[in-house]
């Protein structure tokens, strides 16, 4: 059996036991054939990796049935309007893809977002945001924020949206969130962070005890991944700074939803973000998912986990677009989070002096 996953010492995490047996062979397949070859490319992280290919081979993948796709373009990227069997709702959920801000796109998480969709009840704005390398980060959280603009503009009120996203589309779920206070624009109603990227640092996770029982990601990853933003910010920025979701004052955002796998590699980040929130007074709700893997909700159509994870997302998702909450006076929170949002938490050196995109 394997070793527990020690509990962390901020919020009670509401912790989900046992991998049915479906699971624990989709770790075992990823263990022996995604992670070597991750471990490939962190050696020789070349331009050259077809990681542009994977979202157009993605299209022979079917929909779900019943879903509609309505193609919408924002300033700089692609989007698309999914409607799971939703159309009419006037609750929708702006859904910024994972890939490592590298690659996946609109094609590879149709079919989570189709779910999310028709577990929520809401029709899902999908945005196929800039990426690296031609791309730094802050151009993808501008699409995010350019989704949201789309979705205010089309009669979709600030209550009733959620922003989702999951593994580095977790990153900028919070980051587009926190860029919406500085542009005076309305709070959400919530946030949904499906195995996120927290902390730009990778000594954290590298740290941990669970770091080696990660099925999809060697340790080599986070080394070389750490590296590509700030590279990007050499091409093509004098350098800003580098922020991470866990060092940006996160006091008035909405409530926040975080699923984790409990042996995956960015479990330290999904810990410390949920720690940093609740000290913010942010309501946060951890869900820590026994021995599943990195974005394992993708697996609906495998693993009986998912399913269960999504049907969570749609309660917390129904439940943030109709319930007032402590945080009813968003407004107010917002403007006081603008005026500080440059702030950062003190935690160390490292932070303090790293450059990027």
Known sequence: MAARTP????????????????????????????????????QWPSPLWPAGLIDPAARI?????GVGRHPVRLENCD?????????????????????????CGLNTHRRLVSRISASAGASVLSVGYRMMPRHPIRDAIADGVDGYRWLLGHGFDAEKIVIAGDSAGGYLTFMTALTLADLDLPCPAGLVALSPLTDMDPAGKLAHPGADRCPVFPRSVLITFAGLPDQGARRRTTGKPRLSPVDCILAGLPPVLIQVGSTEMLYPDAVLMAERLAAAGVPITLEVWDRQVHV????????????????QIGNFIRTATTTRTLHSDRADEMVALRSIRAKRLPRNAHHAGTNAS
């Open 296 to 311: 394992f909700q993708a697996a609906a159509d495998l693993i009986p986990e998912a399913e269960h994870a999504i049907r």
């Open 61 to 65: 993948v079917p929909p779900l049935r």
């Open 7 to 42: 509990a962390p010492s901020g919020p009670k995490p509401d912790f989900f036991p046992g991998a049915s047996l479906r699971s624990q062979v989709l770790a075992h397949t990823l263990r022996m054939t995604v992670k070597p070859l991750l471990g490939v490319w962190a």
């Open 79 to 103: 989007a698309e309007l999914i409607d799971a069997g939703t159309t009419g709702t006037s609750t929708v959920v702006l859904y910024l893809h994972g890939g490592g801000f590298l690659t």
